[in-house]
Nanobody, 123 residues
């Protein structure tokens, strides 16, 4: 089965840094894109950053210049380096993987979500 697992969250002071990791595993034929979303209490889930199979990247305006998304294709892993963290960055961060998977002779393209990792920025 396909699994998407995040790690690296925690408590950090304003101005600090965290590095999130997301690993996709299973019967993966190709990774079309992987991205990070976040959801703060009382808010809807929002896009933070995404990297495509062609290595192009997109960022939410609120994190540009502070966050960097990167990918290691050999390890089916995507990272989110978060610098200059602010209290408003506090949220549960979710990894999303747009994957092409296979079961026998059948191929399927769809989104897979991780369980989320908590990031808390507070003094």
């Amino acid at each position: 089965q396909v699994h998407v697992v995040e790690s690296g969250g925690g408590l950090v002071q304003p101005g600090g840094s965290l590095r999130l990791s997301c690993v996709a595993s299973g019967s993966i034929s190709s990774i079309n894109a992987m991205g990070w979303y976040r959801q703060a209490p009382g808010n809807e889930r929002e896009l933070v950053a995404v990297v495509t199979g062609g290595s192009s990247t997109k960022y939410a305006d609120s994190v540009k210049g502070r966050f960097t998304i990167s990918r290691d294709n050999a390890k089916n892993t995507v990272y989110l380096q978060m610098n200059s963290l602010k209290p408003e960055d506090t949220a549960v961060y979710y990894c999303n993987a747009d994957l092409t998977t296979r079961s026998g002779t059948l191929w399927y393209r769809g989104d897979y979500w991780g369980q989320g990792t908590q990031v808390t920025v507070s003094s």
